[in-house]
């Protein structure tokens, strides 16, 4: 079983900076694709950056250029550094591991709110 836990929204101006961290219950980034996903009110949810275990990365389109996913395997910790965001971003934020080779292990954290607002 696999845990994760968000933490650094809050509520931001307009081209502001935030930057999530999502503390995973082990050393799994071996093993595990960790992704960013998020969803606004009346949508659905959506990939924001996802993390291979070999450091491959890729981002939503809306996103590139402004948001980063990176991890420290000392600390078990996956972050998405969100810089020039904008009121579009607004939404909680779902830290995810899915296993490399079972799809079916796949794994939440419970969310954190971002609000992009003057």
């Known amino acids: 079983q696999v845990q994760l836990v968000e933490s650094g929204g809050g509520l931001v101006q307009p081209g502001g900076s935030l930057r999530l961290s999502c503390a995973t219950s082990?050393?799994?980034?071996?093993?595990?694709?960790m992704g960013w996903y998020r969803q606004a009110p009346g949508k659905q949810r959506e990939l924001v950056a996802r993390?291979?275990?070999?450091?491959?990365?890729n981002y939503a389109d809306s996103v590139k250029g402004r948001f980063s996913i990176s991890r420290d395997n000392a600390k078990n910790t996956v972050y998405l550094q969100m810089n020039s965001l904008k009121p579009e971003d607004t939404a909680v934020y779902y830290c995810?591991?899915?296993?490399?080779?079972?799809?079916?292990?796949?794994?939440w954290g419970q969310g954190t709110q971002v609000t992009v607002s003057s």
């Open positions: 995810n591991a899915v296993h490399v080779m079972i799809r079916s292990q796949s794994y």
């Open positions: 082990g050393a799994i980034f071996r093993l595990y694709h």
């Open positions: 993390l291979t275990p070999g450091n491959n990365t």
